[in-house]
């Protein structure tokens, strides 16, 4: 499970910055994750909450914001994948090999080249530095 050593360097990510910050609490962290990045997002919440315990970051909440594959085309087109295709295909086994299939630019029909969709991006980190009377 990689899950957990990304859990890791994101908490560390984000205990670097809160200090930095003079943080009392960390109150939420985003996360920008790519549908091709082949991480679990419940998983690594799980394990990012787990390695959270009795730090400052201990209730913050983990927020998993999900970011299509986008595509590059020969012709000149640049966009997301349609996502509305995946799940659709019966014969195909997996949603990677839906996502494969999906890869062709909405255009020309032409194989297309992924740009993006494969980040993992803390994205934002909300911190609170006075005690709340």
């Known amino acids: 499970m990689h899950e957990y050593s990304i859990a890791c360097e994101i908490f560390e990510q984000v ?27 419940e998983q690594l919440s799980f394990c990012f909450k787990a390695i959270a315990e009795g730090s400052i970051a201990e209730n913050a909440e983990f927020i998993v914001e999900t970011i299509p594959p986008s595509l590059e085309c020969e012709c000149g087109y640049t ?7 995946i799940g659709k295909n019966d014969e195909l086994q997996s949603e990677l090999l839906e996502y494969i299939a999906a890869l062709e630019c909405p255009v020309c029909g032409k194989n297309a080249r992924i740009i993006g969709g494969r980040e993992l991006i803390v994205k934002s980190i909300e911190i609170e530095t006075e005690v709340e009377q």
């Open 15 to 41: 205990i670097e910055t809160a200090k930095v910050h003079g943080a009392l609490e960390v109150r939420h962290v985003t996360l920008e994750m790519g549908r091709l990045s082949h991480t679990n997002p």
């Open 79 to 85: 966009g997301t994948v349609d996502e509305t295709q």
